[in-house]
């Protein structure tokens, strides 16, 4: 038997959609064990029956992709899934699964066979492809801030280590978003100027990340691409990240493909940021749970 545990990630963090990712210390975990038994059998605590089917379940489908990959499959698999990532709510939940089903496959069989396996590399490959692009399961593996982009198909990517001082509050509305419904409202094509703005921005986010400038943050999460199209699917989200902003937070930006909200906060300044932003969608119409949450520097493991 293997136990993973997988962090969710934030990702695009205002500028840089479908590259930029962070991953939080809130966990999915996930053990696979070989049971003997014909059957395979999923297990999920903290959602719908509807995931413990295999058709349903990335955690299963994903395992499935290793198995072929090394050429040994368990004799009756169980997974058993104890999920703390919220669903459908802009927090990689889906790559954390993909990451987690992979990752234990591997070691499940590793163990099996006495041997080493896929590499981290080789992981990484198969989640993007799995996904469809790199920005959330990247930091889901390897933890940290990420940048990530496709190369010939071929995921590349450099990892930051969290700021120290950084924190982060996520502002989750009760409502769930499909990240495909979230997608559809994005235009086939944009303004140059609007792919300047955010090309200097995104650019200035990871140099403002790698040298601890985190008093060019707040200009440099701002965004042109996405956010200003899903804040129609998201209500208020203008104003909740205004108002983060206004109580002291470093930077704000929707959260992925939303509906979260993720703001970057100095340590010991969470309390008021979450409160402005609970405050701001309730306004606007929308209940919404606060979490105060550590930058994570570790990505998925195995425990």
């Not at 590259?19 to 809130?26: R, S, Y």
């Not at 029956?49 to 090394?70: I, K």
């Not at 669903?87 to 990451?99: P, T």
């Not at 990892?159 to 001082?165: I, N, Y």
């Amino acid at each position: 038997m293997v136990r993973v545990m997988v962090p969710a990630t934030s990702a695009n963090l205002g500028p840089g959609f479908d590259t930029l990712g962070v991953a939080l210390e809130l966990y999915n975990v996930v053990e696979m064990e070989e049971t003997g038994v014909g059957e395979d059998v999923i297990e999920v605590e903290g959602h719908g029956e509807a995931l413990t089917r295999p058709e349903n379940n990335l955690v299963w489908q994903a395992a499935q992709q290793v198995f072929r990959r090394v050429g040994w499959r368990p004799h009756g698999l169980l997974i058993r899934e104890a999920i703390g990532i919220p669903v459908a709510r802009g927090l990689g939940s889906s790559s954390a699964a993909i990451v987690a089903g992979l990752v234990g496959a591997n070691a499940l069989a590793e163990r099996a066979l006495g041997r080493r396996l896929l590499g981290r590399e080789e992981i990484l490959a198969m989640a993007v492809a799995l996904e469809g692009h790199p920005d959330n399961v990247t930091p889901a593996l390897v933890g940290g801030f990420t940048v990530a982009c496709l190369d010939g198909g071929r995921p590349l990517y450099l990892r930051l280590d969290p700021p120290p001082g950084l924190e982060a509050v996520v502002a989750i509305p009760e409502r769930p978003l499909e990240t495909r419904r979230a997608r559809g409202v994005l235009p086939e094509t944009v303004a140059l100027a609007d792919a300047v703005y955010n090309l200097s921005r995104a650019t200035l986010l990871v140099a403002a990340l790698a040298t601890g400038r985190l008093d060019l943050l707040p200009a440099a999460t701002r965004d042109r691409l996405h956010q200003p199209y899903r804040e129609r699917l998201v209500p208020g989200l203008g104003a909740v990240i205004e108002a983060a902003l206004a109580a002291g937070a470093r930077a704000a930006a929707l959260s992925g493909a939303g509906p979260s909200v993720i703001a970057l906060v100095a340590a010991g300044g969470a309390e008021p940021v979450a409160q402005a932003m609970e405050a701001a969608f309730q306004w606007h119409g929308s209940h919404c749970r606060v979490l105060p949450v550590r930058l994570a520097a570790a990505g998925a493991r195995v425990l």
